[in-house]
């Protein structure tokens, strides 16, 4: 299974994997051409793309879903409430032919992958992330969310590859220039994950499978990607997980984990 995190950021968001014959994407915030530029950047093809399945309806997660709809013929994944949203937002259709109906703590059968989406706090109409079971292969892709949950924690478990919402240092938000009232919002239970709220969630599901671990959605103006580097290696202390930060600019493709060594 390959990852990559093609965009990750309050300016746009959209992760991609690829099986080798069929790709998915995660989020629709990049444009087309940034997409099919940004995968053979990192050696994925985008011919492969097949659908994409949206989380929420805010701008920096669907800005291509109209452009996707004219000039692609892939399918989106999708629950009827953000579906509703997004075609109120764009002023477009998406016909039954091009959708597949999701529902929040039910998993689809898509193309022989399993696709579990999961509630998260976040003030959307019906936000979730995604748990993603391939071949043996366990992702999930947890970003927009106010507080790590429970029910968070527990579709972490076992997993091979964790991209995770590292969004802001209280400390820099709280004195940065942001007006109060977004402020307000991000620190919100409904908002992003701080660092802190980062680290407790990490560390609720750290186990040996997991190897691979991506910080994701850091805001360029409220945090410090070496802050974020520090919380999480601490959190990752003792365990051999290989640590990344996903770009708002540049495609990240981790590396396929070496074979663990006992120590
Ligand atoms: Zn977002
Ligand atoms: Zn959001």
């Not at 409904?190 to 805001?219: C, F, K, Q, Y």
């Not at 974020?228 to 997980?241: D, F, H, K, M, S």
């Amino acid at each position: 299974m390959h990852y990559a995190a093609l965009a990750s950021g309050s300016k746009g968001n959209c992760h991609a994997f690829c099986d080798g014959e069929r790709a998915l994407l995660l989020d629709a915030g990049l444009s087309l051409k940034q997409v099919r530029l940004r995968m053979e950047a990192v050696g994925l093809d985008p011919r492969t793309i097949r659908a994409v399945a949206l989380t929420h309806e805010h701008s920096d997660h669907i800005g291509a879903v109209a452009v996707l709809l004219r000039n692609t013929d892939w399918v989106f994944l999708v629950t009827p409430e953000t579906k509703a949203a997004v075609e109120r937002i764009h002023g477009i259709q998406i016909p039954d032919r091009r959708w597949v109906p999701l529902r929040a703590g039910f998993a689809v059968d898509w193309c022989g992958w399993r696709v579990h989406p999961f509630t998260l706090p976040h003030d959307a109409s019906d936000p979730v992330a995604y748990r993603l079971e391939v071949q043996g292969f366990n992702a999930a892709v947890v970003t927009d969310l106010g507080h790590p949950t429970a029910l968070v924690a527990d579709y972490c478990q076992d997993l091979d590859l964790l991209v995770l919402e590292a969004n802001h240092d209280v400390d820099m938000l709280r004195d940065g220039e942001y007006p109060p009232l977004l402020k307000a919002r991000i620190l919100s239970r409904v908002g992003h994950l701080s660092n802190v709220s980062m680290a407790e969630l990490l560390a609720n599901v750290l186990s040996p499978r997991l190897r691979t671990v991506v910080m994701a959605h850091l805001s360029e103006q409220n945090n410090d990607p070496e802050l974020v580097r520090v919380v999480a290696a601490e959190v990752l202390q003792g365990w051999q997980t290989s640590l990344y930060l996903a770009h708002q600019r540049d495609p990240l493709r981790p590396r396929a984990p070496e074979p663990l060594v006992a120590s």
